[in-house]
T-cell receptor
């Protein structure tokens, strides 16, 4: 079951904050976040393995609410380099050792 | 160290022809994945190799698609009798840990155009 990401696209000015959500209709074991810049391959950001876990990478952090079956990615004081498409990938606790299912992505554009 | 490499970077082929796409994963990575990404779309899973286990082929869209991984390293994705809807960027990724939430390292992709 493909996770649903929201918003589909967002435009920010440098220094503004944004939140990207990733929701699943099924229980989740883990959530992965990747960023793909235009014309480049996706790059791993972080994995959240436990409900309630929060992690950070530069000024990008994420939380995982197991009960709500969702994860949120927080971008603080955005920089031009944050522009790209952000994908979440989810892993089910029921069917383990299977590939991630990725959402359709959220396109983030940071402008000066 | 060297990352994941893919070849060719671009491939233009005529409808009905067969194509082979190659992926060289990071040395020592046991897991290897193939994805397809159409313009503006997400990452569509195709096939997954983990060590010596039988590959997970559940994402292959039709029997025209096949893949193999030789010696637990290099992988080749083959598309037979290509169709225009096969046009997309084909991404390969490898991971030091398969299945259990291993981070994936992506190659630059092969852009396939079927005319």
């Amino acid at each position: 079951q493909q996770p649903v990401q929201s918003p589909q696209a967002v435009i920010l000015r440098e220094g503004e904050d944004a939140v990207i959500n990733c929701s699943s209709s099924k229980a989740l074991y883990s959530v992965h976040w990747y960023r793909q810049k235009h014309g480049e391959a996706p790059v791993f950001l972080m994995i959240l393995l436990k409900g309630g876990e929060q992690k950070g990478h530069e000024k990008i952090s994420a939380s995982f609410n197991e009960k709500k079956q969702q994860s949120s990615l927080y971008l603080t004081a955005s920089q031009l380099s944050y522009s790209g498409t952000y994908f979440c990938g989810t892993e089910s606790p029921i069917v383990r050792n299977t590939p991630l299912v990725f959402g359709k992505g959220t396109r983030l554009s940071v402008i000066a | 160290g060297a990352g994941v490499s893919q070849s060719p970077s671009n491939k233009v082929t005529e409808k009905g022809k067969d194509v082979e796409l190659r992926c060289d994963p990071i040395s020592g990575h046991t897991a290897l994945y193939w994805y397809r990404q159409s313009l503006g779309q997400g990452l569509e899973f195709l096939i997954y190799f983990q060590g010596n286990s039988a590959p997970d082929k559940s994402g292959l869209p039709s029997d025209r698609f096949s893949a193999e991984r030789t010696g637990g390293s290099v992988s080749t994705l083959t598309i037979q009798r290509t169709q225009q809807e096969d046009s997309a960027v084909y991404l390969c990724a490898s991971s030091p840990r398969g299945g259990l939430a291993g981070e994936q390292y992506f190659g630059p992709g092969t852009r396939l155009t079927v005319t």
